[in-house]
């Protein structure tokens, strides 16, 4: 055990944290050079071509008599959970910053978790083969706001390998080794799992006491379910099978469970139902929802059978079934993000060729009922229940922290306050590149967070501000259903929940994109938005219009005006008995214009 590091690498996005990893496996001989790719770590095409880690993954090397087991990381604040499970996880960290971009929001928000969690943390100067880059700037920054000492910041290029001997013999020296007693019955902290067809759920597992072999009962801490360890071992170029494994060792163990939806994530693996857990289980919570539908309706059992599999590999991935009158059949889907969703949608039609239609995102709302005070959560408007059986109805947020250039102080400000955003504090220091900076904090609804949000930050900043955020509640909100009506008929799969003060801006773009949508016909079709009964934004689609005079010439003008009566009956009596067939595709065009 004396001779085992535990590490996870923590870097805002894009700080060159796969390229780092990389190296040091090249550097232990840990994969021969001939099966070395970039970014090997990253198992999905889809992180390939992103140039993102989304999913945590382990590798153990071997340096100078010591095991090494590196648990990486993503860095995208979607994945911000599987953050936190490779930190408790580890004994220690290396925090790496971009020689360019400096201290971001989640190099410092990665950092905070780091010492919540009480893990010595070894920085690093990264990418400092960069031409004109401001080398001393950057350890400034760091000393001046993590608090480190010179001596401490390592310099390194994930590129060319500068620094990576130093870090290794740094990792050795100043992360501990892993604690635990080798006498104790087995406990083992799950920080991650996933499905294989052959050896059916796999947990990646710390062991914080004892030893497990093969064959051994092991029980779930939190629900007692039984598992039998079919396999153990280790990951490295491939699986590596062993009879037994001991304590401070990270391992895998296949269980032969068909569902990951069995396994509880953060959960303690024991023999002895006795011991205590590691952690308290906090579920990593959907902070998005959105309905998914297949376009075709040939793929409805094909799509049912990928929305499944593609859940074994992705706890943190939730469905439920819904039915659209328009639409169709689909899921009701929780993600952890944007890019979470957008994930699972490019993986839907790669890995299971299904073209999909993927609703507007939305949150998740809390209704409090009146006398009883009991707690709904509801995401569509269609889940809204009598305003009469409502007490209030509360929103979540989120605290975000923003960095940016101090010239774009007001602007930001502005911006924020705009999105209902709620401003805390800020700060000011010098990054990297000797630009004064400043750090804001805001608490602002999730609703505004989640969509276009950040596009808009980094537009209005020229790209340079980034952000980091975190739940922190829910608050009490003026939430409203606004209902949509096409020919004075409420069309209830366009319903959605919004705040009242956004309701007549968002009501009036909503109707304008539905008039250029929605078919002529020979009659006029009325566009209306709805908010407590009361119409405020309306847009009307014009009638199809013939001339039926124009073969007239001259006589009566009396005969003129009959046939123009006529034509206005007829439109009338369209109209009366005349119905809108709404166009399957509605909602694909008008959430695609928004």
């Known amino acids: 055990m004396d001779k085992i590091r535990n590490f996870s690498i923590i870097a805002h996005v894009d700080h060159g944290k796969s390229t780092l990893s990389d190296k040091l496996i090249e550097f232990t001989h840990t994969v021969s050079l001939r099966d070395l790719k970039d970014q090997y770590l990253d198992n999905m095409d889809l992180e390939r071509e992103r140039g993102i880690t989304i999913k945590l993954q382990t590798i153990r090397m071997e340096y100078k008599g010591y095991t090494l087991n ?27 910053v971009d020689v360019m971009g400096g201290i971001e929001a989640q190099t410092l928000g990665n950092y905070l978790k780091a010492i919540d969690l009480n893990i010595p943390v070894i920085p690093i100067l990264n990418k400092i083969d960069i031409d004109n880059a401001d080398i001393e700037g950057s350890i400034d920054a760091i000393i001046n706001i993590l608090g480190f000492e010179r001596e401490e910041i390592i310099l390194s290029s994930g590129k060319t390998g500068l620094g990576i001997e130093n870090i290794l013999d740094s990792i050795i020296e100043k992360i501990p080794a892993p604690s635990g007693d080798i006498n104790k019955s087995f406990r083992g902290f799950i920080f991650d799992s996933f499905f294989d067809e052959y050896r059916g759920v796999v947990l990646l597992v710390k062991i914080l ?4 072999s093969i064959s051994d009962k092991l029980y779930f801490s939190s629900n007692s379910t039984e598992i039998t360890v079919l396999d153990l071992g280790y990951i490295k170029e491939s699986f590596i099978s062993e009879k037994n494994a001991s304590v401070g060792e990270v ?13 509880v ?15 308290k289980i906090t579920e990593e919570k959907s902070m ?36 659209n009158s328009i639409l169709g059949f689909g899921y009701r889907c929780g993600f952890l993000g944007l890019l979470h969703m957008d994930i699972i949608k490019e993986r839907l039609l790669r890995e299971y060729n299904i073209d999909i239609f993927v609703s507007f995102p939305s949150v998740e709302y809390k209704i409090v009922l009146k006398d009883t005070l009991q707690e709904v959560l509801i995401s569509q408007a269609q889940d809204l229940l009598d305003l009469s059986l409502i007490d209030h109805i509360e ?14 102080f007001g602007v930001i400000m502005e911006f924020v306050l705009s999105k209902r955003g709620e401003f805390i504090n800020s700060s000011f220091y010098n990054s990297s590149v000797n630009v004064e900076r400043t750090l804001f ?35 009490i909100s003026d939430i409203k259903r606004l209902d949509f009506l096409i020919n004075h008929e409420i069309v209830d799969p366009l319903s959605i929940l919004i705040h009242a003060n956004e309701a007549e801006k968002e009501s009036r773009k909503y109707v304008s994109k539905m008039k250029d949508i929605i078919p002529r016909k020979n009659f006029s079709i009325a566009i209306q938005a709805s908010l407590d009964g009361k119409v405020i934004a309306r847009e009307d689609v014009k009638p199809f219009r013939k001339d039926v005079t124009q073969k007239l010439y001259g006589g009566d003008p009396t005969r003129r005006m009959k046939l123009l009566e006529k034509q206005k009956k007829g439109k009338k009596k369209s109209l009366m008995f005349g119905r809108v067939e709404i166009p399957s595709d509605l909602f694909i065009q008008l959430y695609s214009k928004l």
């Open 265 to 279: 994530i953060k959960d303690t693996l024991v023999k002895d139902l006795s011991s205590k857990p590691l952690f």
């Open 395 to 408: 929103e979540p947020f989120v605290k975000v922290d923003i960095i940016a250039p101090k010239i774009y």
């Open 441 to 475: 904090n805001f608490d602002i609804p999730l609703s505004s967070v989640i969509y276009n949000f950040f596009d808009e930050l980094k537009s209005i900043t020229s790209g340079q501000a980034s952000m980091d955020y975190s739940f922190s509640g829910f608050r």
């Open 288 to 323: 998005v929802f959105s309905s998914i539908y297949p376009l075709e309706a040939s793929d409805i059992e094909k799509f049912r059978d990928s929305v499944e599999k593609l859940s074994i590999n992705d706890a943190s991935f939730s469905y439920t079934p819904i039915s």
């Open 70 to 96: 590196l648990i990486d990381t993503p860095g995208h604040v979607d994945f911000s959970g599987e953050v936190d499970r490779s930190l408790m996880a580890s004994d220690g960290a290396l925090l790496l």
């Open 251 to 263: 391992v895998y163990i296949a269980t032969g469970l068909k569902s990951i939806k069995d396994v």
């Open 209 to 212: 006491d004892g030893s497990v």
